[in-house]
């Protein structure tokens, strides 16, 4: 069967992606191994972290692009991230949404005890960021081993209880089993009694990252209603239930613009002609089915997704064997100091600036393919706090630019 593009990669850079260009009338298809780092990592928005207030998102980002031309960012420009981010609080209309506040970077309480710091936050943590000491509650569950409530209580010099779920069936809970349960009206009457009885002073409830998948809003809204003090989600470490929200609603976009999701499928092998990608062989055992295209986006993540993979000598990318910029000879990747940057971080594939892959010469290697996401070259959104707000803008920009 014949796309007008295929994009490989089913991370949030590549789903972006697929939509933008299923949105524009064309026929696309989307391949995926598996789900991305979206159900792991994302619970918000994280645009550029090291932008720090009263500096305005949009002034520090002008002052990035820049200072690092080479990065995704700087060979964007500032107008195209505000119109990919657009595009993406387009597909979350009220009731969850995803917000900033004063155009700025905030801080969030974190699982971890910590702040972090985000740019669009989700309507059901946004106050999370009003979070203060000696009057916020902190519920966690036990036999829910992901979220310790009196740890993270004491990190921010406020309270914490823990309540006992009376389930005989289960001794532990995961976070999608409690996602469940929340979204059961008898276990929120209980919630909220129970948490009802503890309630001192206290204006605000933080609960782990868990009220419901499909209607958190909803869920947030009735035990606000039940308890009478505002509640607030608080992001755990993986899996993430925000993140398996954003990726539903973005599977349901796609599938109702039409756009074949073939998840769990392996792309095995890119047939070339020339300086042309015209098919892919996909492995689904037993049966291995080729499908071609006319453009072609990769958006197949970094080590854990597969996109980029590491020997003893050398780092490559293993579809397209496209060229990887290595910016430190190996000797040199480990540094005096344990918490120096690792140069691997910064590796990937350099593209010019329409996202295409190029080769030392700055040419483009192929004539109908683009590369988005966190195989990219010159960026390190670990550091930089960039995760999804690089992926939401590289894909994005990349079916358009393929058009």
């Known amino acids: 069967m014949h796309y007008d593009l295929i994009v ?12 933008t260009a299923s949105e524009t009338g064309r026929k696309v298809l989307i391949l995926g191994k598996g789900i991305g780092g979206l159900t792991l990592f994302a619970n918000t928005i994280d645009l550029l972290g090291n932008i720090q207030k009263p500096t305005s998102i949009r002034e520090g980002l002008s002052r990035w692009c820049q200072d690092y031309p080479q990065h995704p960012y700087g060979k964007i420009g500032v107008e195209k991230i505000e119109e990919a981010l657009a595009s993406f609080n387009a597909l979350f209309p009220p009731p969850y949404t995803f917000q900033s506040k004063q155009q700025s970077n905030s801080l969030i309480p974190t699982g971890a005890g910590t702040f972090r710091p985000t740019y669009l936050i989700p309507s059901t943590m946004m106050k999370g960021t009003q979070l203060r000491e000696k009057e916020t509650l902190i519920i966690g569950f036990k036999g829910f081993k992901d979220f310790y409530a009196q740890q993270v209580a004491d990190q921010f010099k406020c309270r914490g209880i823990t309540l006992t779920v009376a389930d005989p069936s289960q001794a532990e809970w995961t976070a999608t089993a409690l996602a469940r349960r929340f979204e059961q009206e008898s ?4 919630v909220g009694t129970e948490v009802k009885k503890e309630i001192r002073k206290e204006e605000l409830l933080g609960f782990p990252a868990l009220l419901g998948i499909k209607d958190p809003t909803g869920v947030k809204k009735d035990l606000e209603k039940r308890i009478g003090v505002s509640v607030f989600e608080i ?22 613009r039409g756009v074949p999701f073939l998840l769990g499928h392996s792309v095995r092998r890119v047939i070339l002609k020339g300086k042309r990608c015209v098919e892919v062989e996909v492995s689904h055992p037993p049966l291995t089915v080729t499908y071609s295209a006319d453009r072609f986006i990769l958006a197949t993540g970094r080590f854990i997704g597969g996109g980029l993979q590491a020997n003893r000598s050398e780092i490559s990318e293993p579809l397209l064997h496209l060229p990887i910029h290595h910016p430190e000879p190996r000797e040199r990747w480990f540094e005096k100091t344990f918490f120096d940057e690792h140069p691997i971080h910064r590796m990937g594939v350099v593209t010019d600036s329409f996202l295409r892959p190029i080769n030392e010469k700055g040419e483009p290697i192929f004539e109908n393919v683009w590369v988005a996401g966190t195989i990219l070259a010159h960026q390190n959104w670990i550091l930089e706090k960039s995760r999804e707000g690089m992926e939401i803008v590289t894909g994005y920009w990349a079916s358009q630019y393929a058009f």
């Open 187 to 190: 276990f929120r009457e209980w």
């Open 8 to 19: 490989i990669g089913m991370g949030l850079s590549g789903l972006m992606a697929a939509l």
């Open 235 to 256: 992001p755990l470490l993986p899996p993430s239930i925000p993140g398996m929200r954003i990726f539903n609603r973005l599977k349901e976009r796609l599938i109702q």
